[in-house]
């Protein structure tokens, strides 16, 4: 085995590739906090659970988070993970039962989501958009192919309407902006 004495004792987790396990069992979770036990002081195992945030527990990776040593909680990855813990991602049962949007001729639609019993495409895009505008053929040889079953709607970001209404034009796309 390596000896490390010249090493910093947190910096032993970097060489020893120690790394979170994503599994739910007793055994797994003991392993990951076994490791944050051991070196609390590491930036890279700090690291290394932000790279693996996304596949444990919220529970599990706040425990983990506040097993490290106050001192790494000003860094960047310590912050990136709070953040993670923080930010909500309930969007809740309702699903919204009505949208409104202003069409080129300035009237507004509303009720796209519950108007007919077709499936639904709302596309997102923007005239500067260069893969936006590249998805156009794509989304008419959709509309072209399932006609009568699908209901397509395009939502443009634009910033500056006579941008939106110009591509209209040149893409002549014929369903719903």
Request: charged share 25%; aromatic share 10%.
């Amino acid at each position: 085995m390596l000896e490390l004495d010249h090493v910093n004792s947190q910096t032993e987790a970097a060489f020893y590739h120690g790394n979170f396990v994503t599994g739910k069992t007793d055994a797994d979770i003991k392993h990951n906090a076994d490791l944050v036990l051991k070196y609390p002081k590491s930036i890279y195992l700090l690291n290394t659970l932000n790279v693996s945030k996304g596949d444990l527990d919220e529970k599990q990776l706040a425990r983990l988070l506040s097993g490290f040593d106050k001192s790494l909680a000003n860094s960047s990855v310590y912050k990136n993970i709070q953040n993670f813990l923080s930010y909500n991602n309930d969007t809740g049962s309702q699903f919204p039962a009505d949208l409104k949007l202003k069409q080129p001729d300035q009237k507004i639609i509303s009720s796209i989501l519950n108007q007919d019993n077709k499936f639904k495409l709302v596309v997102f895009r923007a005239s500067w958009c260069l893969p936006c505008r590249k998805e156009i053929p794509q989304i008419k040889s959709l509309q072209a192919n399932y006609g009568n079953s699908l209901s397509i709607y395009s939502i443009s970001i634009d910033k500056d309407e006579a941008h939106w209404q110009n591509a209209l034009k040149e893409e002549s796309m014929p369903w719903q902006q």
